[in-house]
């Protein structure tokens, strides 16, 4: 499958999101309440032993589901998700940042090479670390658009210590407001911009008859006003919910056994506390917890809902330990986060589909708009998981 049948590919996957749409879409607080989605798959995998629900989740051995619709279905995920690879980059080139960060600067060395020399914009730009990758390394001449103040100072004071002569516009790019000014640039560049940051990327380089859009999307889970359905080969009556956009940037590759072990145990705690919470005194609901912590998961369950009752229920008072670890290891529990475990493995599975419906009609949108488009696959998706871009030409 390649580029030239984007609209085709889109079909395609609106009719199995249309089909599987009821295992995306469904919340955990329902779960939590005891509704719960059923279906031959979750029911097969609850039968699998931990080895082998952790090679199915953490490994991608799909077929160890033995079910021929499950094997059909992933194979055509495989297959809508096949782009035109960009060249691997040969010639290793300095760059700042993690492993991630070098290995996509180093990508776009390569992938930007015809563009050398040109003006550019990078929206949504930080501190600027691209940009003055771009300005060294390919001669560009580079603004980074930016809404947070604080990096667009950052990144003003550090690169100009570097005798740098990158420009920064603190400016928040949207659809309501006003935007920069950046018809005297060649090219625009976004690097994971977030939710409906993207799409307003895109109005504002048509207004701006950009000649070259390059985007790479992520935080789909941020769109706002259902921010899709944009080109006409969309299905408009398919609505993604919260959960099911944030699918899709769920969805990810192999990933190494203790950072499937860690994510498992995040889970576990957070839906025993928030069943703990339903259970005890009939509340529903989340609260913005951040995961950032690693010790926190360390401690006995009872002792995190501790913790987590004094920071986020300081109102409620604190139950007795062993009566909260007994229901920690009760069947009831244990059933809950057995399910919602193999829910989220076939999720992460099926988000794919999300993220391409999405990729697939955003670029369909551009074509739309009198650009020449394409989805290419920049990255390597285990060390980048969104690493697809549209790129977009001016006709
Ligand atoms: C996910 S980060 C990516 C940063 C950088 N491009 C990279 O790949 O490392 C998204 C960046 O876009 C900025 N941003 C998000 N929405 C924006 C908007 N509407 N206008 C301007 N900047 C925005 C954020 O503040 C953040 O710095």
New binding site residues.
């Given amino acids: 499958m390649n580029n030239l049948d984007l609209n085709d590919r889109l079909k395609k996957i609106a009719t199995l999101l249309n089909k599987y749409l009821p295992l995306l879409s469904q919340s955990d607080l329902d779960v939590i309440q005891g509704k719960r989605v059923d279906h031959k798959w979750t029911n097969a995998l609850l039968e699998l032993n931990s080895s082998e629900l952790t090679r199915f989740d953490a490994f991608r051995e799909h077929t160890l589901l033995q079910d021929s619709e499950w094997l059909q279905l992933t194979s055509d995920i495989e297959e809508l998700s096949r782009f035109k690879r960009s060249a691997k980059n040969q010639n290793e080139v300095k760059a700042f940042g993690n492993i991630k960060?070098q290995h996509?600067l180093n990508q776009l060395y390569s992938f930007l090479d015809h563009d050398r020399g040109r003006s550019i914009v990078?929206?949504?730009?930080?501190v600027g670390?691209?940009a003055y990758f771009l300005e060294g390394h390919l001669s560009m001449d580079v603004t980074v658009?930016?809404?947070?103040l604080a990096?667009v100072e950052k990144g003003r004071s550090k690169l100009k210590k570097l005798n740098s002569r990158v420009n920064f516009t603190h400016?928040?790019?949207?659809n309501d407001e006003a935007g920069p000014n950046i018809s005297n640039s060649e090219l625009a560049i976004?690097?994971?911009?977030?939710?409906?940051?993207a799409t307003?990327m895109f109005r504002i380089c048509i207004d701006n008859r950009m000649k070259k859009i390059i985007n790479?999307g992520?935080?789909y889970s941020k769109i706002k006003d259902n921010d899709y359905n944009l080109s006409s080969a969309s299905d408009s009556s398919l609505h993604l919910n919260q959960r099911a956009l944030s699918s899709a940037t769920q969805s990810f590759n192999c990933v190494p056994v203790e950072f499937y072990e860690y994510r498992k145990k995040i889970m576990n705690y957070k839906f025993s506390f928030y069943h703990w919470l339903f259970k005890s005194y009939d509340h529903l609901g989340f609260c913005s917890m951040s995961n950032a912590r690693n010790s926190l998961y360390k401690n006995k369950f009872s002792d995190y809902l501790e913790i987590c009752l004094k920071k986020y229920f300081p109102e409620i008072a604190t139950p007795g330990k062993e009566i909260v670890q007994q229901f920690y290891e009760s069947e009831a529990n244990k059933n809950l986060n057995d399910y919602l475990s193999v829910f989220y493995a076939i999720q992460r599975y099926l988000g794919k589909l999300v993220e391409l419906y999405i990729l697939c009609d955003r670029a369909l949108f551009l074509q739309e708009k009198n650009y020449c488009v394409e989805i290419v696959e920049v990255f390597d998706p285990s060390i980048s998981p969104r690493s697809c871009a549209i790129v977009a030409l001016k006709n």
């Avoid at 990078?122 to 930080?126: S, T």
């Avoid at 658009?145 to 947070?148: A, G, N, P, Q, R």
């Avoid at 976004?190 to 940051?197: D, E, R, V, W």
């Fill in positions: 960060k996509e990078d929206f949504g730009g930080g670390n691209l658009l930016e809404k947070d990096l400016c928040h790019v949207s976004g690097l994971h911009t977030c939710g409906n940051f307003d790479f992520c935080c």
